[in-house]
């Protein structure tokens, strides 16, 4: 798909149920056209990896995605050597009187490749969007190793050689920011933070992500989301919590908030038994009233 414009991507976006203001909108379509990786911060569940999900879709091409955590190492990020295969074709040559050569042990046809050297790899026909989810989980050795790839698109892998991209891949990388990243790797990237959306905007987003939704059921519980991330909470429900709560409630067959079926559903919007006990009755009573005002 060919973008023009920052608002035809907008368009775009919107078309796949993706609602982007007009910053988030300029920073990927500066991505899109400068080929720089996006950096996207924020808290959890505001749709960083879904605008890579997105993307993937509205570009046509395969999103490839690397969920990163504590304990990350090239092995499971970029690639490993089968081993077992490697063996058994060394017992395969001894036994035919055949010695394999290094070359031959190390080959290709006995790499087994991960997501880091699939994105680096893969051109047609077209290249793919990478996700690097969560960048902020790896440890800082890992957060170094991606500076060769994010610079180059290049990854080297000493048995066999450097491996570059014939067509760099979009590159989104997410963080909820539980660690501070290092300089060196945001420098590669353009940045954008994604905050909670206005009530607009996240009544606009249940609309398009649940349009079967009771009109008033939406205005209701988008209105009593953004009234509980007021409230001093150890985890603060984000657009993710409000779409599930909304499906919830349509699968419990409500068409309005009511205060028993509100305290008995706060565990999907809520994670902690803390946060359901502080607002469970009288908080969420006022909370209720207040919304079904502002409707």
């Not at 149920?17 to 950096?39: C, Q, V």
């Not at 999900?53 to 970029?78: F, P, S």
């Not at 989104?172 to 990237?189: G, M, P, W």
């Not at 359901?276 to 009233?289: F, H, P, R, S, Y």
Request: net charge negative; with cysteine; charged share 25%.
């Amino acid at each position: 798909m060919n973008i023009a414009s920052i608002d035809s991507l907008q368009e775009a976006l919107q078309e796949h149920h993706y609602i982007a203001d007009r910053g988030l909108a300029t920073s990927l379509f500066l991505s899109l056209k400068l080929r720089r990786p996006l950096f996207l911060e924020g808290e959890t569940g505001v749709g960083k990896t879904e605008i890579a999900k997105v993307l993937a879709r509205l570009l046509d091409t395969e999103l490839i995605r690397l969920q990163c955590y504590e304990g990350l190492d090239v092995h499971h990020a970029v690639y490993e050597w089968n081993y077992t295969r490697q063996m058994m074709s060394i017992r395969l040559a001894e036994g035919s009187g055949k010695e394999l050569g290094e070359e031959e042990i190390f080959g290709p046809q006995f790499l087994l490749r991960r997501p880091l050297l699939q994105a680096v790899e893969h051109s047609e026909p077209r290249p793919a969007v990478l996700l690097i989810d969560e960048v902020d989980r790896s440890d800082e050795e890992f957060e170094a190793f991606l500076l060769e790839i994010l610079s180059d698109f290049q990854i080297t892998i000493p048995e066999i050689g450097t491996v570059r991209a014939a067509k760099p891949p979009m590159v989104v990388l997410t963080s909820n920011r539980t660690r501070e990243i290092h300089d060196a790797l945001k420098r590669r990237c353009l940045y954008f933070w994604i905050d909670y959306p206005s009530f607009e905007k996240e009544l606009q987003i249940v609309q398009a992500k649940i349009p079967d939704a009771p009109a008033k059921l939406s205005r209701q519980v988008t209105r009593f989301v953004q009234e509980m991330r007021q409230v001093d909470l150890y985890k603060i429900p984000g657009v993710a919590e409000t779409l599930d709560w909304i499906t919830a409630l349509i699968a419990l067959d409500q068409h309005s908030l009511e205060l028993t079926v509100v305290d008995e559903t706060l565990g999907v919007i809520l994670k902690y038994q803390e946060d359901i006990e502080k607002v469970q009755g009288d908080t969420t009573l006022a909370i209720i009233e207040r919304a079904h005002t502002a409707t």
